[in-house]
T-cell receptor, first 115, second 114 residues
Framework: DAGVIQSPRHEVTEMGQEVTLRCKPISGHNSLFWYRQTMMRGLELLIYFNNNVPIDDSGMPEDRFSAKMPNASFSTLKIQPSEPRDSAVYFC?????????????FGPGTRLTVL | AQSVTQLGSHVSVSEGALVLLRCNYSSSVPPYLFWYVQYPNQGLQLLLKYTSAATLVKGINGFEAEFKKSETSFHLTKPSAHMSDAAEYFCAAQNEGGSEKLVFGKGTKLTVNP
């Protein structure tokens, strides 16, 4: 299995630009999670989907952030406009909840730098 | 709400020494519990998980963890540290019966000295 795939691995952009992060979950998994990791705040859950439907977006910092999951094999996280404080590593994780147990598998992350 | 506490943001051991990383959860109902490891510039990798089948759980790379309900703990151990164990370790909890969300601790950075 290829695991969770994220692209790009690194993104450097200027303040005000639109940024799109991409994620391909493990085939057969039905839940997908977007996290952000910073030194100051640690690992934060931004949003998660179940069967392509957003279930909980309470962690999305503000309206500049949006996420979509048009099908079971693809999700995007978009930041528009980007700000320097958005600089972080963004992780995507997927899972197949079996017997109520949610074992999440993480992608390698996208390191975002906003100048 | 469920919370996970990892005592010690940094732990340093000598190569060959015992590794002990501490994790406590807050809920009165024992949750499902996980340990993940993150190597530099990589994603989180599952080490092991507790799902109520057995209180002593063995994972990859020689790690194991023991669930103790009376202490609301799920500490991670390894008898003999290797240089390659240097990484950051995260404990996480999922409550039964509903939410798919995992609550993560703040992480413990393990340094292994030669």
């Amino acid at each position: 299995d290829a695991g969770v795939i994220q692209s790009p691995r690194h993104e450097v952009t200027e303040m005000g630009q639109e940024v799109t992060l991409r994620c391909k979950p493990i085939s057969g998994h039905n839940s997908l999670f977007w996290y952000r990791q910073t030194m100051m705040r640690g690992l934060e859950l931004l949003i998660y989907f179940n069967n392509n439907v957003p279930i909980d977006d309470s962690g999305m910092p503000e309206d500049r952030f949006s996420a979509k999951m048009p099908n079971a094999s693809f999700s995007t996280l978009k930041i528009q406009p980007s700000e320097p404080r958005d600089s972080a590593v963004y992780f995507c994780a997927s899972s197949l909840v079996a017997s109520g147990i949610n074992t999440q598998y993480f992608g390698p992350g996208t390191r975002l730098t906003v100048l | 709400a469920q919370s996970v506490t990892q005592l010690g943001s940094h732990v340093s051991v000598s190569e060959g020494a015992l590794v002990l990383l501490r994790c406590n959860y807050s809920s009165s109902v024992p949750p499902y519990l996980f340990w993940y490891v993150q190597y530099p510039n990589q994603g989180l990798q599952l080490l092991l998980k507790y799902t109520s089948a057995a209180t002593l759980v063995k994972g990859i790379n020689g790690f194991e963890a023991e669930f103790k309900k009376s202490e609301t703990s799920f500490h991670l151990t390894k008898p003999s540290a290797h240089m390659s164990d240097a990484a950051e370790y995260f404990c996480a909890a999922q409550n039964e019966g509903g939410s798919e969300k995992l609550v993560f601790g703040k992480g413990t950075k393990l340094t292994v000295n030669p």
